[in-house]
């Protein structure tokens, strides 16, 4: 799995699509600052934490579009011929995506915190001390695990079905409607699922709303979308014909 894995991530390293994705990550969390009526924080931090629901969306984009890049290319059955069975080529990639997922966020905190500072003339409201420091790499090591899990999700959504506007939809859905769809489910079944949608994850993430109920809560629904999407993900890809 390991040889797997390497290629994949040389070859997500040298596409086209991936300087583009960076360049386009740069522009959106760099740039927008400079742009009035997209910039109303008052300092560096507020601006990172308000803008992370953008992540999600290009992290969706970007992991559909590396997906269903073999299928488009008709080159899926190129990845067998080494003998490397299907699972570990189904895990070796999805992992590949989780290497560029934590590029991406960091480039996106990096570049919108430089044109923030900047804007701002420095760090903006508040003093600039350890804790402060402290709660950006927490924002960035939590928002990462969540952003895994979306990476995953996509993964399996894109190996799916195999097509790359239906992909989008339903996982661009997913992450807008998560709540909607926790409320039918605890109206049907008659279960409580407070705390447990992508949504109210990733707003408690934001607030630094770090309780116990939220690491129990961040921890479920992280392990179950990481197995889920995983082992039935594999199952797929090994079951439907590769073309």
Do not use: W
Not at 40 to 55: L, N, R
Not at 138 to 145: D, H, V
Not at 216 to 224: D, E, G, L, M, S
């Amino acid at each position: 799995m390991s040889n797997v894995f390497k290629a994949e991530l040389y070859k997500i390293f040298h596409l086209k699509s991936t300087k583009i994705f960076l360049a386009l990550t740069i522009l959106i969390f760099g740039g927008s600052v400079f742009v009035p009526i997209l910039f109303d924080a008052h300092s560096v931090k507020e601006y990172i934490f308000e803008t992370s629901d953008m992540f999600s969306i290009i992290i969706i984009i970007m992991v559909v579009s590396y997906t269903i890049l073999d299928y488009n290319a008709k080159t899926m059955k190129n990845l067998v011929s080494s003998g490397t069975n299907l699972p570990s080529i189904y895990l070796a990639r999805m992992c590949s995506m989780f290497v560029m997922v934590a590029i991406t966020l960091l480039v996106a905190m990096v570049s919108g915190g430089i044109a923030s500072y900047i804007k701002l003339g420095g760090m903006g409201e508040g003093d600039v001390n350890i804790a402060t420091g402290i709660s950006m790499v927490e924002s960035y090591f939590l928002q990462l695990i969540y952003l895994v899990g979306i990476a995953c999700m996509t993964h399996f959504v894109t190996t799916l079905f195999r097509n790359t506007f239906l992909s989008l939809v339903i996982m661009i859905g997913f992450t807008m409607f998560g709540q909607v769809i926790n409320v039918l489910i605890e109206k049907n079944l008659h279960v409580n699922l407070s705390g447990y949608s992508l949504q109210e994850v990733l707003t408690s993430i934001n607030n630094m709303n770090l309780t116990p109920d939220f690491f129990q809560h961040f921890a479920i629904v992280t392990v179950v979308t990481l197995l889920v999407c995983s082992i039935i993900g594999c199952f797929v890809f090994s079951k439907r014909s590769l073309q």
